[in-house]
């Protein structure tokens, strides 16, 4: 059965500093993998998704994310976070022949001043 | 600006009626739309697929008599939470799948309903 998990619930890190947000993913096939984040009361915004190519995604806000098929890893990162990054953020991946999406648990993200 | 319009964002209402909430595809015409449940700093359930002129298909455990999905149009899919309780409180989110974006996989999320049962 597909699954993601997220390890880390919670983390904490100072503006300025860099960012690495940790995705797990058990699934057959070749993966669809995405990364949203949500802002309190907020919907859900698509940071970067994988499809297939280059393992390294650009996505937006100056994040990127690294699929390793080795690992069954896609994890986030950013090189210099800001105050307004502080959110949940999801990974998620996605069958490929319904287009369900099947989400970890979330990370909240916080920022130290 | 947004893709997938949910409406309404806020709805509060009296125990024991119903309420609909509505995901409509903007620009695009989506034949599965996906309807999910968040609780409170929680992640998102999957409570079904909704294929556009047929019945819609509900995960393991949900109530399919109590949460009615109707996906009418190829733009249009509704949600509507029966006779709601106290415990049907939560944010629902829609999201919609563009079979002409990339890999047929492009996925886009409605702004999300709060539901409040009081």
């Known amino acids: 059965a597909q699954s993601v998990t997220q390890p880390d619930i919670h983390i904490t890190v100072s503006e300025g500093a860099s960012l690495e947000l940790r995705c797990n993913y058990s699934?057959?096939?070749?993966?669809?993998l995405f990364w949203y984040v949500q802002s309190p009361g907020q919907g859900l915004q698509l940071l970067l998704k994988?499809?297939?190519?280059?393992?390294l995604v650009q996505g937006i806000k100056g994040f990127e994310a690294e699929f390793k098929r080795s690992q069954s890893s896609f994890n986030l990162r950013k090189p210099s976070v800001h105050w307004s990054d502080a959110a949940e953020y999801f990974c998620?991946?996605?069958?490929?022949?319904?287009?369900?999406?099947?989400f970890g648990q979330g990370t909240t993200l916080q920022v130290k001043p | 600006g947004a893709v997938v319009s949910q409406h309404p964002s806020w709805v509060i209402c009296k125990s024991g009626t119903s309420v609909k909430i509505e995901c409509r595809s903007l620009?695009?015409?989506?034949?599965?739309m996906f309807w999910y449940r968040q609780f409170p700093k929680q992640s998102l359930m999957l409570m079904a697929t909704s294929n556009e002129g047929s019945k819609a298909t509900y995960e393991q455990g949900v109530e399919k008599d109590k949460f009615l999905i109707n996906h009418a149009s190829l733009t249009l899919s509704t949600l509507t939470v029966t006779s709601a309780h106290p415990e049907d409180s939560s944010f629902y989110i829609c999201?919609?799948?563009?079979?002409?974006?990339?890999?047929?996989?492009?996925?886009?999320f409605g702004e999300g309903s709060w539901l409040t049962v009081v």
């Open positions: 620009d695009f015409q989506a034949t599965t």
């Open positions: 998620a991946v996605c069958s490929s022949n319904t287009g369900k999406l099947i």
């Open positions: 699934y057959g096939a070749t993966p669809y």
């Open positions: 994988y499809f297939s190519g280059d393992t």
């Open positions: 999201s919609a799948r563009d079979p002409q974006g990339e890999g047929g996989n492009t996925i886009y």
